[in-house]
C-alpha cells in the first residue's frame, strides 16, 4: 500500500513536475481549441461538396470522407507531418501539423452531423414556411437554421468530447501536450505520479464534458419538443 | 513526378520489406488476439446492462462510461510506463494487448447494447405469450434481430479496433507503423510510412465501404 502511494500518488514528485504538466496541460488545450474551431468549418466546406450538384465531385467528398475514416488518426498525424505539409509547401511544424490532421480528420464527422440534422428538419416544416410566402433564404434563415442548431448541440459536444480524447496522440509527431509533458517529467522525478495525474485530470475533464453533453441534450430536447 | 518518386520509392520499400511485414504481423495479431479477447466479455456486459438487475446494470454503466472517458494512450503508457514502478513489468505487446482488450469490451458492449435496445418489449411479450422459453426468445426472436441491427455498429468497432492497435507505436512497440517510423527514422526517407498507410487503408478501407453501404440499406430500410 505504501509502495503504491509512493510510486502513483506522490504529492512531492507531482508538485515538482508542476511547470513540465502545466506546459502538456497548456499544449493540449491549444491544439484542442485550435480543432474546436477549424473542424467544425471544415465539416461544412466537407458538407457542401456532398451536397454539390456535379456527381464527381459528390463521389470525391465521398471518398475523402471514406478515406479520412480509415486512417487511424496516430498514422495520420505522421503523415501530415512528414509528407501531406512538405508536398504543399508549408511549414512544418508540429503544432500546425497536428492542427490541419485533427481538423481533417475530425471534420469529415462534423460534416455528418449537419448532414442528419438536416435530414432530421420536418419536409412539412419547408412547405409550412413556403405556402406562409417565405423565401428560400427567409425559410432556411427563420425555420431551418434555428431547428438545426438545436438538433446540432448534442452530437456537437460529443464530438468535442471524442476530440479531447484523441488530443493525446499528437505526441507521436513531438508535439508538446500532456502526454509528452507527463513522460517527461516521469524521466525527470523518477516517479509515476505525473503520469496518474495526467490521466486523473483526463478522467475528470472527460467525465465533466459528459455530464455537460448529458446536460446540452435535455434542454435541446426539451426545446424542440416546446 | 519527380518530386513524388521522392516521397514514394517503391524500390525503397522493397529493400526493407522484411521490417514492413513484420510490423504487419504485429498489427494483424494484435488485431485478432483482441477481437478474440473482447468479444464475448463484451456481449456478457451487455446482456448483463440490458436483462440483469438494477444495480449490476447501474454499475456496468458506470464503468463503461469512465472507461470511455480515458484515452486508451494513456493506459498503454500506464500500463507500460508506471506498473514497472509497483515491480508489474508487461512487454509492449501484452501491455497493448490489455489496454486495447479492455477499450474493446467497452466497444463492443456498446454495440451489442445499442442492437438489443432496438428490439422492442412487444416482441418479448408476444414470443413469451407463444409460450417460449428465455433461453429460445433470445436466441430465436431478440439476437437475430438485434444483430441486423448492430451489423453497421459493429463494423465501425472493428474499424476502431484496428486503428487502435497503432497506438503501439507510444510504447515502441514495433506495429505497422511503428516500423515504418522506425525504418523512416534510419533512413530518413518518408517512402515507408505511405507504405505503411496503404497497408492500413487496405485493411480498414474494406470495413469503411461496407459500413456505409449497410448505412444505407438500413436507412432505406427504416
Same mark, same amino acid.
Given at each position: 500500500m505504501d509502495a503504491l502511494a509512493h510510486h502513483f500518488f506522490n504529492w512531492d514528485a507531482l508538485w515538482r513536475s508542476r511547470t513540465m504538466l502545466l506546459q502538456g496541460a497548456v499544449g493540449s488545450l491549444q491544439l484542442g481549441l485550435a480543432t474546436l474551431m477549424f473542424a467544425p468549418l471544415f465539416g461544412i466546406v466537407v458538407l457542401a461538396l456532398a451536397r454539390s450538384p456535379w456527381a464527381p465531385v459528390r463521389k470525391a467528398a465521398e471518398w475523402f470522407t471514406d478515406l479520412m475514416r480509415a486512417f487511424p488518426l496516430l498514422v495520420f498525424l505522421v503523415l501530415t507531418f512528414y509528407l501531406l505539409l512538405p508536398l504543399l509547401n508549408l511549414r512544418v511544424d508540429p503544432f500546425i501539423a497536428a492542427a490541419v490532421a485533427f481538423s481533417l480528420k475530425h471534420g469529415v464527422y462534423f460534416a455528418e452531423i449537419y448532414r442528419s440534422a438536416w435530414l432530421a428538419v420536418d419536409r412539412g416544416q419547408f412547405q409550412a414556411a413556403h405556402s406562409l410566402g417565405l423565401s428560400t433564404f427567409r425559410t432556411i434563415q427563420l425555420v431551418v437554421v434555428p431547428q438545426v442548431l438545436l438538433i446540432v448541440l448534442p452530437p456537437f459536444t460529443s464530438q468535442a468530447t471524442l476530440i479531447l480524447r484523441d488530443l493525446?496522440?499528437? $505526441?507521436?509527431?513531438?508535439? $508538446?501536450?500532456i502526454l509528452t509533458g507527463a513522460r517527461a517529467a516521469q524521466v525527470f522525478v523518477r516517479n509515476a505520479s505525473p503520469l496518474v495525474g495526467a490521466i486523473i485530470a483526463y478522467g475528470a475533464t472527460l467525465i465533466l464534458l459528459q455530464w455537460a453533453a448529458g446536460r446540452v441534450e435535455a434542454y435541446s430536447k426539451r426545446r424542440l419538443e416546446a | 513526378m519527380d518530386r513524388l518518386h521522392q516521397y514514394f520509392d517503391p524500390a525503397f520499400v522493397w529493400e526493407y520489406r522484411d521490417y514492413l511485414i513484420d510490423g504487419l504481423v504485429v498489427t494483424l495479431m494484435l488485431s485478432a488476439l483482441t477481437f478474440a479477447f473482447a468479444i464475448l466479455p463484451g456481449f456478457i456486459v451487455a446482456l448483463g446492462r440490458r436483462f440483469g438487475p438494477k444495480w449490476l446494470a447501474t454499475l456496468l454503466a458506470g464503468i463503461v462510461n469512465v472507461l470511455r472517458s480515458v484515452p486508451t494512450v494513456l493506459t498503454v503508457v500506464f500500463i507500460y510506463l508506471a506498473l514497472p514502478f509497483i515491480g508489474l513489468t508487461l512487454s509492449a505487446f501484452a501491455s497493448v494487448l490489455v489496454s486495447l482488450t479492455i477499450m474493446q469490451i467497452v466497444y463492443f458492449s456498446e454495440v451489442f447494447r445499442g442492437g438489443l435496445a432496438a428490439v422492442g418489449k412487444g416482441q418479448y411479450e408476444a414470443a413469451y405469450a407463444c409460450g417460449l422459453s428465455r433461453m429460445i426468445v433470445l436466441r430465436k426472436v431478440v439476437l437475430p434481430q438485434a444483430a441486423l441491427v448492430a451489423a453497421p455498429a459493429f463494423a465501425s468497432s472493428l474499424v476502431l479496433l484496428v486503428q487502435n492497435t497503432s497506438i503501439g507505436s507510444a510504447v515502441a512497440l514495433n506495429d505497422l507503423i511503428g516500423a515504418a517510423l522506425t525504418v523512416q527514422n534510419i533512413s530518413g526517407a518518408p517512402s515507408p510510412l505511405v507504405a505503411a498507410a496503404i497497408g492500413y487503408l487496405i485493411i480498414i478501407l474494406p470495413l469503411v465501404r461496407l459500413t456505409r453501404r449497410w448505412e444505407r440499406s438500413m436507412a432505406k430500410a427504416i
Open positions: 493525446p496522440l499528437a $505526441f507521436i509527431i513531438g508535439y $508538446f501536450e | -
